[in-house]
């Protein structure tokens, strides 16, 4: 069964950092990017950045350049999404969704197949 | 503020159609395929239409997907009330070099 399995909900400091992990099941992992993606309490889906395997490279949301790393590891099948200096607006689900390469072109994208189940972030002062 | 601009809220009747519209630029929608997603707040978003106007497997033809310019549109029909969610339509843009998506529709079955 194809799916993608995140790790467990996270309560963090502000100013810390926290990693969130995507491990992919029922495919070949290194012939998709995955592609984060957030939604805040009461707010849309936001896209916080990707890493495409294929070419090992990563692209992010210009508003998270400086304090987010997504990183993928082809030998245990995952990728990580690691945002530093939590702010309370940073409390969010954060969901991983997985690009197939029939809808990666280059390092953009043209659409995202299948979702993790999210991992809830969750920043206090 | 979204750069895909979505109307927050549709709704109609049981069996009735639905459209939900996505307006952006030629930096997005006008170069690029768009994607819809429908959420159920909660769970894992789910991929509806992609390429404009296809369809995964198993996604009944009750939804349809189009585009025209700078726009694109989800249609909805024979609306029940298990299509009560947020729909988010979805694209890259290129100015940003980002993927972006719409605020979201809420669609209510009345």
């Known amino acids: 069964q194809v799916q993608l399995v995140q790790s467990g909900a996270e309560v963090k400091k502000s100013g810390s950092s926290v990693k969130v992990s995507c491990t992919a099941s029922?495919?070949?992992?290194?012939?998709?990017?995955i592609t984060w993606v957030r939604q805040a309490p009461g707010q849309g889906l936001e896209w916080v950045g990707g890493?495409?395997?294929?070419?090992?490279?990563?692209n992010y949301a210009q508003k998270f350049q400086d304090r987010l790393t997504i990183t993928a590891d082809e030998y245990t099948g995952a990728a990580y999404m690691e945002l530093s200096s939590l702010r309370s607006d940073d409390t969010a689900v954060y969901y991983c969704?997985?690009?197939?390469?029939?809808?990666?072109?280059?390092?953009?994208?043209?659409?995202?197949?299948?979702w993790g189940p999210g991992t809830t972030v969750t920043v206090s002062s | 503020q979204s750069v895909l601009t979505q109307p927050p809220s549709v709704s109609a009747a049981p069996g009735q159609k639905v459209t939900i519209s996505c307006s952006g630029s030629t930096s997005n929608i006008g170069n690029y395929y768009v994607s819809w997603y429908q959420h159920f707040p909660g769970t894992a978003p789910k991929l509806l239409i992609f390429d404009n106007n296809q369809r995964p497997s198993g996604i009944p033809d009750r939804f349809s997907g189009s585009k025209s310019g700078t726009s694109a549109t989800l249609g909805i029909t024979g609306l029940q009330t298990g299509d009560e969610a947020d729909y988010y339509c979805?694209?890259?843009?290129?100015?940003?070099?980002?993927?972006?998506f719409g605020g979201g529709t809420r669609v209510t079955v009345l």
């Open positions: 029922g495919f070949t992992f290194t012939t998709y990017a």
């Open positions: 979805g694209t890259w843009d290129n100015s940003l070099s980002a993927w972006v």
């Open positions: 969704a997985r690009v197939p390469p029939t809808m990666l072109i280059g390092n953009y994208y043209l659409g995202m197949d299948v």
């Open positions: 890493v495409n395997p294929v070419f090992g490279t990563s």
